[in-house]
């Protein structure tokens, strides 16, 4: 059973355009979500957060939405751009206890 | 700021042979991860531990899987017989309490052939 998807396996986009990537999640128990990229042979680096108290966050380029009613949540990056290219997984789970499911991550590749 | 070290980076093993990774948190992190990535799918919590305490472990195959946390900075994790589904990249990660976000380190790629 897998709490946390992320349908698109890959996504190509051009560089300066809107990058969107999703995610949905079905335990309504889940109340924290983060973004992590993660290069080839790297470990994941953290992107962004947000808590179920907002449905949105923003930090710079980077935007979290998050519909707690679809229990959906997507990741917008503008302008993408080609340092962008890397593998987005998001990740869920209850604070407090710090454990977060993963998605199986979606592959972006922004082309110059 | 150091960051998560993790040895070795890439282990080859046949089957059935014992194979063990080690990851040094960065410093003051009380909460430490340890998880599996198979190609292809997310990575995947096997234990958590906070300072030498386990927290969750309720994923670790328990028969096959140990992971110790001696003295709440250093983890060791061991696999004992391993199978050809063991391959994957093991990846620890540590957080600073409160907050849920974690920092990797760069993994250990086991091939089980």
């Known amino acids: 059973d897998q709490q946390v998807k992320q349908n698109s396996p890959s996504l190509s986009v051009q560089e300066g355009r809107i990058s969107i990537l999703n995610c949905d999640y079905t335990?309504?128990?889940?109340?924290?979500f983060l973004w992590y990229k993660k290069y080839p042979a790297e470990g994941p680096t953290f992107l962004i957060s947000?808590?179920?108290?907002?449905d949105k966050n923003e930090d710079g380029r980077f935007t979290v939405f998050l519909n707690k009613s679809a229990k959906h949540l997507s990741l917008h990056i503008v302008p993408s751009q080609p340092g962008d290219s890397a593998v987005y997984f998001c990740?869920?789970?209850?604070?407090?206890?710090?454990?977060?499911?993963f998605g199986t991550g979606t592959r972006l590749k922004v082309l110059a | 700021e150091a960051g998560v070290a993790q040895s070795p980076r890439y282990k080859i093993i046949e089957k059935r042979q014992s194979v063990a990774f080690w990851c040094n948190p960065i410093?003051?992190?009380?909460?430490l991860y340890w998880y599996q990535q198979i190609l292809g799918q997310g990575p995947k919590l096997l234990i958590q531990?906070?300072?030498?305490?386990?927290?969750?472990d309720s994923q670790l195959p328990k028969d096959r899987f140990s992971a110790e946390r001696l003295k709440g900075v250093d983890s060791t994790l061991k696999i004992q017989p391993a199978k050809l589904e063991d391959s994957a990249v093991y990846l620890c990660?540590?957080?600073?309490?409160?907050?849920?976000?974690?920092?990797f380190g760069q993994g250990t790629r086991l091939t089980v052939v």
């Open positions: 990660a540590s957080s600073l309490d409160p907050t849920p976000r974690a920092f």
């Open positions: 335990n309504s128990m889940f109340d924290y």
């Open positions: 947000i808590s179920s108290i907002k």
């Open positions: 990740a869920a789970g209850e604070s407090g206890t710090y454990k977060y499911i």
């Open positions: 410093s003051g992190h009380a909460t």
């Open positions: 531990f906070q300072n030498n305490g386990v927290v969750d």
